[in-house]
Nanobody, 124 residues
Framework: QVQVVESGGGLVQPGGSLRLSCAAS????????MGWYRQAPGKQRELVAH???????NYAESVKGRFTISRDDVKNAVYLQMNSLRPEDTAVFYC??????????????????WGQGTQVTVSS
């Protein structure tokens, strides 16, 4: 079992900044990719930013130049720095972590775990 917990959401005015954090815990052997997704009311969940184990990043076009994703492999954590926030960024943000676990018998299994989500509201 891998647990993923996000934090850092809240209410911010347009043009403001927020930093989201996500930490994974459990019997983690390795983490490959980490990503942030968001889901606005009435819309499908969409990828916001993704970072690979090698540090390669990619972003949704709508957030390029405003959001920055980073990871800390020692802490099994990923962060999303969000600047110049807009009302259309309002959504529940979810963290996804993919990798492999190892059990007591030494067997590795692939996992893909989601956090519970954190609300980001951009409004004046």
């Amino acid at each position: 079992q891998v647990q993923v917990v996000e934090s850092g959401g809240g209410l911010v005015q347009p043009g403001g900044s927020l930093r989201l954090s996500c930490a994974a815990s459990g019997s983690i052997f390795s983490i490959t990719s980490m990503g942030w997704y968001r889901q606005a009311p009435g819309k499908q969940r969409e990828l916001v930013a993704h970072i690979s184990s090698g540090g390669t990043t990619n972003y949704a076009e709508s957030v390029k130049g405003r959001f920055t994703i980073s990871r800390d492999d020692v802490k099994n954590a990923v962060y999303l720095q969000m600047n110049s926030l807009r009302p259309e960024d309002t959504a529940v943000f979810y963290c996804n972590v993919e990798g492999s676990t190892i059990n007591s018998e030494g067997y590795r299994r692939i996992f893909s775990s989601w956090g519970q989500g954190t609300q980001v509201t951009v409004s004046s």
